[in-house]
């Protein structure tokens, strides 16, 4: 199928994959697992505009087709991503809202995944106050 806006389009694993090329396009995309959303779910319960904003972000986790982490800072570009110190996993932080939320995720890239571990959501002022490559806010509690 062609469409003006962005040249052939093929579907594969439910995900829209755009080609700007003239040829049969098959590329494999990379789906991205969230673990803890529904713990951000929990937080956002009304607030409206702090639920829709996180709506929307994790609808656009279902256009990613990622293959290392600077293809985040690609799809996002106000992403950063954390070096953590040694035997700590890298984190990347996400602005959502127009900058309003931070959702700070550990990651972790398998063969035909990405993993999301949300590790902190709040606001801007709230992740001020928090180390980065410490915070673990949905750990549970021993």
């Known amino acids: 199928m062609y ?9 594969h694993r439910m995900h829209q994959t ?25 937080i956002t319960e009304g607030q409206v505009m702090m639920a829709k904003f996180c709506e929307e972000f994790f609808e656009k986790l279902n256009y990613s087709n990622w293959n290392k982490p600077q293809d985040i800072t690609r799809q996002f570009k106000s992403a950063d991503l954390i070096t953590c110190k040694k035997g700590q996993r890298s984190r990347i932080v996400f602005n959502i809202g127009r ?22 959501f709040g606001t801007h002022k709230e992740y001020e106050s928090i180390e980065v490559c410490q915070v673990d806010m949905f750990k549970k509690m021993g």
Do not use: P
């Open 18 to 42: 755009f080609c700007l090329h003239q040829t049969n396009c098959l590329h494999l995309n990379v789906d991205v697992r969230v673990i803890k959303k529904s713990n951000v779910r929990k």
């Open 99 to 120: 900058n309003r939320y931070r959702m700070i995720c550990g990651y972790w890239f398998k063969k035909s995944e990405v993993v999301l571990y949300i590790k902190f």
């Open 3 to 11: 469409r003006a806006d962005f040249g052939f389009v093929s579907k």
